[in-house]
Nanobody, 126 residues
Framework: VQLQAFGGGLVQAGDSLRLSCTASRRIFSNYGMGWFRQVPGKEREFVAAISRSGSSIEYADSVKGRFTISRDNDKNVAYLRMNSLKPEDTAVYYC????????????????????WGQGTQVTVSS
């Protein structure tokens, strides 16, 4: 599975962005998807995750109510809609895929993800 994340950019506080993560493999629906972010000098941080079918979703407390994760299994793409962006959201955002059984819940542990995209920079100015 090859993943490619894009959609980052430089925005002002309060603005919105939508990140997209495309997957190369036809059986995208076999993978739970997650978004993580990392600031230089800090550990990678969980942002959001969605189950294979999209029926279960988890968010980090820091983004609840502002970010929305979704997926389109027909198009092999996952999204992260980010509203009301804050300067502390500035980071490189990575999408990841985790091979899961159908009943698995969204995965917050980055060690459970086998495939990672290259990252897209999100910068929020105050």
């Amino acid at each position: 599975v090859q993943l490619q994340a894009f959609g980052g950019g430089l925005v002002q506080a309060g603005d919105s962005l939508r990140l997209s993560c495309t997957a190369s493999r036809r059986i995208f629906s076999n993978y739970g998807m997650g978004w993580f972010r990392q600031v230089p000098g800090k550990e990678r941080e969980f942002v959001a995750a969605i189950s294979r079918s999209g029926s279960s979703i988890e968010y980090a407390d820091s983004v609840k109510g502002r970010f929305t994760i979704s997926r389109d299994n027909d198009k092999n793409v996952a999204y992260l809609r980010m509203n009301s962006l804050k300067p502390e959201d500035t980071a490189v955002y990575y999408c990841a895929a985790s091979r899961q059984i159908l009943s698995a819940l969204p995965e917050e542990n980055d060690e459970r993800y086998q495939y990672w995209g290259q990252g897209t920079q999100v910068t929020v100015s105050s």
